[in-house]
């Protein structure tokens, strides 16, 4: 399985643009970058998920390096309900493999 | 649309008994995956299952298993229960090339 590598944790203010970086330098052509993340005490949200292009959606941004070798999610605006554990996951179906993901902490 | 349920919420064993967990999909969702979530592995994929038949499986013992029922709703099953089995048990479920929607979790505490 291709892996992705994340940060351990970021910090963000308030109302501020969050980017968050991952790298996976050995994802397949077929592979899709998913994002998902958990918030405390609950199951896994999904966010965004792309193949090759930029991908928008209400909450958020996926900006695809044209190599597909690293990725970027893009929280536009962080509030204090965006702090959680951000995941991004490769794969092309049902089976994903969640890493550790990043912690994000956004601070007023 | 109701989401996915997962029940119990809570569950405490003992080592060595075997234990049922329950996931009722979204409506219409045949897709269900079920993940173990621990402090020290993190989420890892269980098995799969599609229209009562499991198309994946990830890298646990044979004590783990599941099922589906016709409607959907799965089972999964875990016996002789070990410590290390302590863990969140998420289940998710998904329409055709669609993402995965997660219950909020079965919290297994084996003593």
């Known amino acids: 399985d291709a892996k992705t590598t994340q940060p351990n944790s970021m910090e963000s203010n308030e109302e501020e643009p969050v980017h968050l970086p991952c790298n996976h330098s050995?994802?397949?052509?077929?592979?899709?970058i998913h994002w998902y993340r958990q918030l405390p005490s609950q199951g896994p949200e999904y966010v965004i998920h792309?193949?090759?292009s930029n991908v928008n959606n209400r909450m958020a941004s996926l900006a695809i390096a044209e190599d597909r070798k690293s990725s970027t999610l893009i929280l536009h605006r962080a509030t204090l309900r965006d702090a959680a554990v951000y995941y991004c996951?490769?794969?092309?179906?049902?089976?994903?493999?969640f890493g550790k993901g990043t912690s994000l902490l956004v601070t007023p | 649309k109701a989401g996915v349920t997962q029940t119990p919420r809570y569950l405490i064993k003992t080592r060595g008994q075997q234990v049922t967990l329950s996931c009722s999909p979204i409506?219409?969702?045949?897709?269900v995956s079920w993940y173990q979530q621990t402090p020290g592995q993190g989420l890892q994929f269980l098995f799969e299952?599609?229209?009562?038949?499991?198309?994946n499986k990830g890298n646990f013992p044979g004590r783990f298993s599941g099922r589906q029922f016709s409607n959907s709703r799965s089972e999964m099953n875990v016996s002789t229960l070990e410590l290390g089995d302590s863990a969140l048990y998420l289940c998710?479920?998904?329409?055709?090339?669609?993402?995965?929607?997660f219950g909020n979790g079965t919290r297994l505490t084996v003593t």
């Open positions: 050995t994802i397949s052509g077929t592979d899709y």
């Open positions: 996951i490769l794969g092309s179906g049902y089976a994903l493999n």
């Open positions: 299952y599609f229209s009562e038949t499991q198309r």
């Open positions: 792309g193949l090759t």
């Open positions: 409506s219409g969702h045949r897709s």
């Open positions: 998710a479920s998904s329409a055709v090339d669609s993402p995965l929607h």
